[in-house]
Every structure is written in structure tokens, then in C-alpha cells.
T-cell receptor, first 113, second 114 residues
Framework: DVKVTQSSRYLVKRTGEKVFLECVQDMDHENMFWYRQDPGLGLRLIYFSYDVKMKEKGDIPEGYSVSREKKERFSLILESASTNQTSMYLC????????????FGNGTRLTVT | GDSVTQMEGPVTLSEEACLTINCTYTATGYPSLFWYVQYPGEGLQLLLKATKADDKGSNKGFEATYRKETTSFHLEKGSVQVSDSAVYFCALSDQDNAGNMLTFGGGTRLMVKP
């Protein structure tokens, strides 16, 4: 089975801190994604990557950046955390074949105080 | 652009009741359609999918038929269990989308009471 591992289940950070959310997948998938999930808003795509060192903005990239130095790892960076970035963050990966499903990690619940 | 609309929840049912969660979509190309399920405290898991018109996806007693004429992909189950309580997301993947991204609906929470 594909495994997508997010390094933390819960994080509490202070406003203005730099925050790193880490995600690792073990199936050599080309595509990786970061979503945030908020009540009433569903899943919104922040960034995605289709190859090492490649990245594309999703629907809500403002306030975030990403890094993909190795194929298996995709990091989400909050340069200066703000309270409106309190959310559930979900990482996903997918093989680069049409109709292939997304495989999700268990999520990181981030609280910014 | 592409979009997915789901019925708002929560949907509350008694055990063994019939379930239908409505999902309609708009897409510029020829999308594939998916249902994902999120159990409490977990990430999303693929429940079923359909890749072309009139295809029926099925898994764990759930079914959904890709209806191109009505642009719908409603999720159905004949007899729900307490263990089906979760949030259900309808999604589409449009071959014309850069990066092969998925577009998700807002999710529908299902609560099944014993």
C-alpha cells in the first residue's frame, strides 16, 4: 500500500513564526500536493509539484511556499505564520497517470496563536 | 473552470437506512469522477471512481454511476452502518487540467445512528 506520512499530527505555533510541514511518500510518485481543509470550505489546493524542484501554485498560495528537493519529500513552508492559517493541512501524492487516485496522509492540524 | 457541488450536510440516518449523497459537476473536458471518504482523525481515502460516461464505480456496498447527460455522480448505499459515519467528498479530474489536479466538492458529513 502507498504510504504518505506527515511528520506531525498536531502543531501549535505563534504568530510570526516560520513553520515547516513535512510530507514523505514511499511509492515513487511524481506528483505531490498540499491542501488545506476548513469547515464549510472543503479542500483547497495550496501548491503542487510534478517533479523534483518543480512547483505550481494552486488556488490559495498566498502566505505559503514549498520545497521539493527529493522526489519523495514535499515540504510546505509558512514564512510568517498568521492566525488565519490555523487549519488542517493535508498532503497527497499521485502517480503521473491519468485517472490515478490521490493518496493522502493523515493530516497536520496547525494552530497559530 | 471546473467545479463540483455536493449536497450540504450533515446527513443523519438510522442504521440500515438507504443513503444518497448528491454530486453534480461542471468540467471543460472529459473528467474522471471520484468519491473519497474521510473517517474521523484520518486523511481522505479513495472510495470509488468512474472514468467514463455510464461507468459504475462500487466499493464496500457504495455505488455511483457517471451520468454525463445530467453531469452527476451521486453516491448510494442500500443499507448504511454506524461505521459508515464519515465525511464524503466528490471530486473530478479533468484531463485538461494542468498537473492533473483534482477538484473537490465541499464534503458531506454522514452520521449514522444505531
Amino acid at each position: 500500500d502507498v504510504k504518505v506520512t506527515q511528520s506531525s499530527r498536531y502543531l501549535v505555533k505563534r504568530t510570526g513564526e516560520k513553520v515547516f510541514l513535512e510530507c514523505v511518500q514511499d511509492m515513487d510518485h511524481e506528483n505531490m500536493f498540499w491542501y488545506r481543509q476548513d469547515p464549510g470550505l472543503g479542500l483547497r489546493l495550496i501548491y503542487f509539484s510534478y517533479d523534483v524542484k518543480m512547483k505550481e501554485k494552486g488556488d490559495i498560495p498566498e502566505g505559503y511556499s514549498v520545497s521539493r528537493e527529493k522526489k519523495e519529500r514535499f515540504s510546505l513552508i509558512l514564512e510568517s505564520a498568521s492566525t488565519n492559517q490555523t487549519s488542517m493541512y493535508l498532503c497527497a501524492s499521485r502517480v503521473d497517470i491519468r485517472n490515478s487516485p490521490l493518496h493522502f496522509g493523515n493530516g497536520t492540524r496547525l494552530t497559530v496563536t | 473552470g471546473d467545479s463540483v457541488t455536493q449536497m450540504e450536510g450533515p446527513v443523519t440516518l438510522s442504521e440500515e437506512a438507504c443513503l444518497t449523497i448528491n454530486c453534480t459537476y461542471t468540467a471543460t473536458g472529459y473528467p474522471s469522477l471520484f468519491w473519497y471518504v474521510q473517517y474521523p482523525g484520518e486523511g481522505l481515502q479513495l472510495l470509488l471512481k468512474a472514468t467514463k460516461a455510464d461507468d459504475k464505480g462500487s466499493n464496500k456496498g457504495f455505488e455511483a454511476t457517471y451520468r454525463k447527460e445530467t453531469t452527476s455522480f451521486h453516491l448510494e448505499k442500500g443499507s448504511v452502518q454506524v461505521s459508515d459515519s464519515a465525511v464524503y467528498f466528490c471530486a473530478l479530474s479533468d484531463q485538461d487540467n494542468a498537473g492533473n489536479m483534482l477538484t473537490f466538492g465541499g464534503g458531506t458529513r454522514l452520521m449514522v445512528k444505531p
